[in-house]
C-alpha cells in the first residue's frame, strides 16, 4: 500500500510552538476542542473468486469532524467522517494493473478514541490512540455494517487556541461487501487500513 509523502506543516507548527508554550488558561481551562481532520486511507484485502481475481474498495481521502476532552495526559475523542471510493478491480494475470470499477462504495465512519500523551516534544506532544471502528458501507443499494479496530500514533502542535496533528494510524475490520451483493463462490479477506491524517482543533 503507497502512501504520500508526510507534509512539513506540523514540524513548521512545532517550531513556532516552541516560542508560544501553552498557557495555564490553554491547557487546563480549555479542555474541550473541536476542529476538522482530513486523511489518506490505503486500502488492502477485499473478495477474491475461485479464479483468484480480486475487487476490493480504492483507496480513498476523508473528511472527518472532531471533538475531543483532555485531562493531564489523557484525551477522549469521537470522530465522524465520510470517505468517498468505489470498486477496483485486479485480473488474476496480472499483478499490476487495477481497473476501476464504476460501482460507488462510500465509507461512513463513527469512531470514538482514548488518547495518551507518551511524551513532551518541544511545546507539543506524541500521542498514541486506541479505538473501534463503526463503519457503514454503502453498495448497490445494499448496506455493510462493520465493527473494527485502529491504532495511532499521532504529534501535536498547539498554536495558541489551535492544536495541530499528524498521525499515522493501522486498522483492521472484517470484509466490507454486503451479504447481498456477494456470490456464493466468493471468498472474502479482512480489510486492512494504513491511514495518513492531518487535523486541526480549536479549544473551546
Known amino acids: 500500500m503507497s502512501m504520500p509523502r508526510p507534509t512539513s506543516l506540523l514540524v513548521i507548527a ?3 510552538s516552541a516560542h508560544r508554550p501553552a498557557t495555564g488558561l490553554e491547557a487546563q481551562d480549555r479542555p474541550w476542542a473541536a476542529g476538522l481532520q482530513v486523511s489518506y486511507n490505503a486500502l488492502a484485502g ?6 483468484e481475481s480480486r475487487v476490493l474498495p480504492t483507496n480513498r481521502f476523508g473528511l472527518t469532524a472532531l471533538g475531543s476532552w483532555s ?7 469521537l470522530e465522524a467522517g465520510i470517505a ?5 478491480g485486479r485480473d488474476s494475470s496480472s499483478t499490476i494493473e487495477l ?10 465512519r463513527i469512531e470514538p478514541l482514548m488518547g495518551w500523551r507518551m511524551t513532551p516534544v518541544g511545546a507539543g506532544a506524541l500521542l498514541l490512540y486506541l479505538g473501534p471502528t463503526l463503519d457503514w458501507w454503502r453498495l448497490d ?22 492544536l495541530l496533528e499528524n498521525y499515522i494510524g493501522y486498522g483492521l475490520a472484517p470484509q466490507p461487501f454486503p451479504a447481498q451483493a456477494l456470490d ?21
Not at 99 to 108: A, D, E, K, N
Open 14 to 16: 512545532l517550531a513556532i
Open 46 to 51: 477485499g473478495a477474491t473468486n475461485t479464479e
Open 71 to 77: 485531562a493531564n495526559r489523557w484525551v477522549l475523542r
Open 84 to 88: 468517498r471510493g468505489h470498486l477496483v
Open 99 to 108: 481497473v476501476q470499477l464504476g460501482t460507488s462504495m462510500p465509507r461512513y
Open 141 to 162: 443499494g445494499y448496506t455493510k455494517f462493520t465493527i473494527g479496530g485502529e491504532v495511532r500514533l499521532a504529534l501535536q502542535a498547539p498554536l495558541g487556541r489551535l
Open 184 to 204: 456464493p463462490t466468493i471468498t472474502t479477506h479482512a480489510l486492512q487500513t494504513l491511514a495518513l491524517g492531518l487535523s486541526l482543533r480549536v479549544r473551546l
